[in-house]
């Protein structure tokens, strides 16, 4: 008799770990930018620009125009700035958003409260302009995995303030691929019809088939498959990464 203990520990093991969001936006903040730089930037804009859990909740739930928070420079975590075109690149990476406070459906934890209440304590100031980047079904939008609370700083540079919720799953980098943009999308549906053209029984149409038949043949699967795709997108009303990341309409 074989012992198939050890292959079922084995199995176990291989489990994918979930995606942590702030850990993939710093890291593409690295690549861009070194801390030193960051830091005198950030020091430039500051130097040039105790409430209630209510009183918090209210200007989480306001308007928020271009505004900028004053911060203390020396009391700022180098780890937690991010400029706009990161948190864009991670938005569009996985099909993120990135939007007014005002349109988050989910309640905030009472962390990111007394998070808020302790950097306006530290910062004396009173912060506004509340941001938040989490997948679409989490926020109320016009016509909801892994929320990240910001503040603005100026010059295009957020503050984060807190992270909570779960990972995002492993692969979702990989399935929200192909709507990164119409470019990826059309490899997509080109693979997928190549694939189908193979798996047509070579006798089905004449008893050995030229390249020009499977050609054909791949020409009208890619037909088919674009014509489903577009169906489904305007049914759906879908739109790319690209351009959803900072809507606030649902039909983007």
């Not at 209440?117 to 100031?125: D, I």
Request: charged letters at 25%; hydrophobic letters at 40%; a positive charge.
């Amino acid at each position: 008799m074989f012992n198939l203990e050890p292959l079922k520990r084995k199995k176990m093991k291989l489990k994918i770990s979930r995606t942590n969001i702030q850990s993939r936006l710093t890291h593409q903040r690295n690549k861009q930018t070194s801390e030193e730089s960051l830091l005198q930037e950030v020091c430039q804009i500051l130097q040039n620009s105790g409430k209630s859990d209510e009183a918090i909740l209210k200007s989480l739930q306001e308007e928020n125009s271009e505004v900028s928070n004053e911060f203390i420079f020396d009391e700022l975590e180098s780890d937690r700035i991010y400029h706009i075109d990161q948190i864009y690149k991670i938005c569009v990476d996985y099909r993120l958003r990135f939007l007014d406070s005002r349109y988050f459906k989910s309640t905030l934890p009472s962390e990111a409260l007394q998070k808020i209440k302790a950097l306006e304590k530290t910062h004396q100031t009173e912060l506004k302009g509340f941001k938040i980047l989490a997948p679409s079904k989490l926020f109320k939008l016009e016509n909801a995995d892994d929320p990240l609370l910001f503040a603005p700083i100026g010059n295009d540079y957020y503050y984060l303030i807190h992270k909570w919720g779960n990972d995002l799953h492993p692969l979702r980098k990989m399935m929200m691929w192909p709507f990164k943009s119409l470019e990826n999308l059309i490899v997509l549906l080109l693979a997928v019809s190549f694939l189908l053209a193979l798996m047509v029984p070579e006798g089905l149409f004449s008893q050995h088939q030229t390249t020009t038949e499977f050609l054909m043949i791949f020409f009208f699967m890619f037909k088919w498959v674009a014509g489903l795709a577009i169906f489904y997108g305007f049914k759906k009303g879908k739109n790319f990464n690209t351009e959803i990341w900072n809507s606030k309409f649902y039909n983007a």
